[in-house]
């Protein structure tokens, strides 16, 4: 149980380009969903928390404007790097958490980003 | 502010036991969490102490110490997969998670 699907898991696009990532709960309904940026031998830099149905919260120093998150349902959650540069290539991974906060994340396999 | 620290790395040998050691600093605490990450991929849970003691999963064991702000995950009869980062995280009193560094464990043969 507690499978997370992430997709794309690899991305090489031109720089300008807007790329959406999609994270799903398979057999859980996921409450919160949250995304991770992960740069080489670094720890998990969390980016935003979202509820489904409402507004995400970032994390100070987090662009909501570039960086777009959307929980429309209880299963889905999008991230959408908007006129992506290569500054913005990294690994991405999102996580989800089923009702209560003592509930572990888990996490989806990650999505790895090369702005060209 | 708040804090988590782990060792950097760590080798061992096959077959062998390892632990590896968490402290942390946090405002509030509602339980500790450790994953295991292989290289490029994404993190998978472990374990969740909340209580003081030890919890065994298998070959791997987690204990908590509340009052010491201090947890170990223990790792028995080493494999070649067990090679992975292993990640310490904390939740705070707004159950935010606060996350360590993360300790790379290298198995020799």
């Known amino acids: 149980g507690a499978v997370v699907s992430q997709h794309p898991s690899w991305v090489i696009c031109k720089s300008g380009t807007s790329v959406k990532i999609e994270c799903r709960s398979l057999?859980?309904?996921?409450?919160?969903m949250f995304w991770y940026r992960q740069f080489p031998k670094q720890s998990l830099m969390l980016m935003a928390t979202?509820?489904?149905?409402?507004?995400?919260?970032?994390e100070q120093g987090v662009e909501k404007d570039k960086f777009l998150i959307n929980h429309a349902s209880l299963t889905l959650s999008t991230l959408t790097v908007t006129s992506a540069h290569p500054e913005d290539s990294s690994f991405y991974i999102c996580?989800?958490?089923?009702?209560?906060?003592?509930?572990?994340?888990?996490f989806g396999d990650g999505t790895r980003l090369s702005i060209l | 502010g708040q804090n988590i620290d782990q060792p950097t790395e760590m080798t061992a040998t096959e077959g062998a036991i390892v632990q590896i050691n968490c402290t942390y600093q946090?405002?509030?605490?509602?339980?500790l969490f450790w994953y295991q990450q292989h290289a490029g991929e994404a993190p998978t849970f472990l374990s969740y102490?909340?209580l003081d003691g030890l919890e065994e999963k298998g070959r791997f064991s987690s204990f908590l110490s509340r009052s010491k702000g201090y947890s170990y995950l223990l790792l028995k009869e080493l494999q070649m997969k067990d090679s992975a980062s292993y990640l310490c995280?904390?939740?705070?009193?707004?159950?935010?998670?606060?996350w360590g560094a993360g300790t790379k464990l290298i198995i020799k043969p």
């Open positions: 995280a904390v939740m705070d009193s707004n159950y935010q998670l606060i």
């Open positions: 979202s509820n489904e149905g409402s507004k995400a919260t970032y």
């Open positions: 996580s989800a958490r089923g009702q209560g906060e003592y509930q572990p994340q888990h």
């Open positions: 102490n909340v």
């Open positions: 946090t405002s509030g605490f509602n339980g």
């Open positions: 057999d859980f309904q996921a409450t919160t």
